[in-house]
């Protein structure tokens, strides 16, 4: 095995890329000791050691900046177009992986263009975020395939609360690509109910025994019982000189520029689902921006005051 500082992702990150791009159809497991590559879900290539553990959300952004930059958003609505039309000349329906919702909004635009193909995207519940998107031709695609599956995973929450990234890290944990994975809803207490392709439903059962500190139990449950509320929010006001995202964010989440801005040199800020590298990007009205650990924000209404500032409408998830 190799031994990786964590001090210097560059290299874990070159090493790490160049192995999982030159065997793409083998499985990438990340947990806090080890970055693992996989044959199967039970035979291990190679593993990386990690110098220093892993925390959960460290976890969730390795596997982010690791599988997630592989492709951009263009590349990925063209892969699903490139999807389409094998699927219309072959008269076949193919599914796509879970999907962000930059990349799901962009190719069900792209793909209601063509007539010769019908397109469902399905995330398990209505306000799914993440989906998988079923392609075929109008005359074979006649109703929605069973192409997602459920999970309840509980255990006792109640003196060690866990967080959504730390579900996502103890299932990142399991070898599991994040693009096999939809929504995570929580369940407070009670824990969590994981949406997730149908093929490792019976892997997820059989290998998630914890998560964080607290041992857990996975049963499969129909999508019906989904236990989803629509999110709390908080929504107030602000004036500030520009649209910057150092600026609204700062104020959205009520913590000083500095710190937004080193949020944004360690990769951690996202606008609409992707990182963003620079601190003076302007936002508009619609835009979602999250930090890792402090949650999501919406930008409202704006409007133009009178001495040349912005009254903006924030909307803070709860």
């Keep these: 095995m190799a031994a990786i500082g964590f001090a210097a992702p560059w290299i874990l990150r070159r090493a790490t ?7 793409s159809h083998h499985r990438l497991g990340i947990n806090k000791n080890n970055i693992i590559i996989r044959l199967s879900h039970y035979k291990v290539l190679h593993s990386f050691t990690l110098t220093h ?3 959960s959300s460290e976890i969730c ?4 900046a690791i599988k997630g930059e592989e492709k951009s958003a263009t590349e990925e609505v063209k892969h699903i177009l490139e999807m389409a039309r094998r699927a219309s000349s072959r008269r076949e329906v193919l599914h796509t992986n879970f999907l962000t919702p930059p990349v799901l909004k962009e190719s ?8 010769d193909i019908r397109a469902v995207a399905q995330g398990g519940y209505p306000q799914a975020e993440r989906c998988r998107i079923s392609i075929g031709h109008p005359d074979v695609l006649t109703s929605d395939p069973d192409v997602i599956a459920a999970l309840s995973v509980t255990g006792n929450f109640g003196f060690q609360p866990c967080s959504h990234g730390d579900f996502l890290g103890a299932i990142l944990n399991k070898g599991i690509a994040r693009e096999k994975l939809g929504d995570i809803i929580l369940q407070g207490e009670k824990g969590a109910q994981i949406i ?12 998630l025994d914890k998560v964080g500190n607290v041992p857990v139990s996975c049963t499969k449950i129909p999508l019906i019982s989904l236990d989803y509320e629509a999110p709390r929010t908080q929504t107030f006001k602000t004036v500030e000189a520009s649209l910057r995202v150092d600026a609204l964010a700062s104020a959205g989440f009520k913590i000083s520029r500095s710190k937004l801005v080193d949020s944004v040199s360690k990769g951690e800020l996202r606008i609409n689902w992707i990182p963003v590298s620079k601190n003076n ?3 508009k009205t619609g835009d979602i921006v999250s930090v890792s650990g402090r949650g999501r924000l919406k930008i409202g209404e704006i409007r133009p005051t009178r001495k040349g500032k912005f009254e903006v409408e924030l909307i803070r998830y709860l």
């Design 108 to 115: 069900m635009l792209a793909l209601e263009k063509l007539s």
């Design 53 to 55: 553990p892993l925390t």
């Design 196 to 207: 997730i392709v149908p093929e490792l439903v019976d892997f997820i059962i059989l290998s």
């Design 281 to 283: 990007t302007t936002l």
């Design 17 to 23: 890329c160049a192995l999982v791009l030159a065997r």
């Design 61 to 64: 952004h390795l596997a982010q």
